[in-house]
């Protein structure tokens, strides 16, 4: 495959999965057959399958793509010459646009993972290199790779992630039972804990 017909053919994959993604998001993954999925992109099942043989095959792809698009985002915040602000913009940038569509996505994947041990290993692998991309910054941020802090910022590294996994949860999980302005407020506290979390001296001691 020629470097043209490589890129089209990555093009088209990636519009399959934007296509896809509100299929699952709304049925799951276990209501979505892959004809439902081949509908929804407007192919021929048999095309489709050229592209995507199965469902976990999906899956790994999304999951791939949204980690490529993670370490695009820390290449940003380890480019700063002030890393704190930049990563503090970007993550209040996720928490007030996170699309509800993402949010019950990501509840669909986490889901998927009890039930396949290569999504369940992709999943680790993709955490793990979150958390990395976060310790990074923190040292950056403090200027500080002593052990102790290190141990400290891999704590915090792992609260970061639970604070934002868990404000999508309860985004999808509370539907129209969070308006606007209690989803704002939620937004705006995790906010502020994620403030504290990257900013507080690693030597500050936990009440």
Known sequence: MDTATDSFASKRASDILDKVKSVFALSGFEGTSMQ??????????????????????????????????IEAVFEVVNAAPDPGPV?????????????????????EVQAASYRSEAIADLMRSMETTVRTNVVKALIRIHGDDSAEALAVFETRAHLL???????????????????????????????????????????????
């Open 87 to 107: 990563f503090m913009r970007l993550l209040r940038e996720r928490i007030e646009t996170l699309p509800i569509e993402d949010a019950a996505l990501w509840s």
């Open 161 to 207: 992630m639970l604070l934002i996994h868990g404000f999508a949860q309860r985004k999808y999980c509370a539907g129209e039972g969070l308006c606007p302005v209690q989803s704002a407020a939620l937004g705006e506290l995790v906010l502020s804990t994620l403030h504290h979390t990257i900013f507080a001296s690693p030597t500050e001691t936990a009440e």
């Open 36 to 69: 439902d999925l081949a509908q929804a992109t407007q192919m021929s099942v048999g095309n489709f399958y050229r592209y995507f043989p199965s469902k976990d095959a999906i899956v790994t792809a999304l999951v791939k793509r949204d980690l490529a698009e």
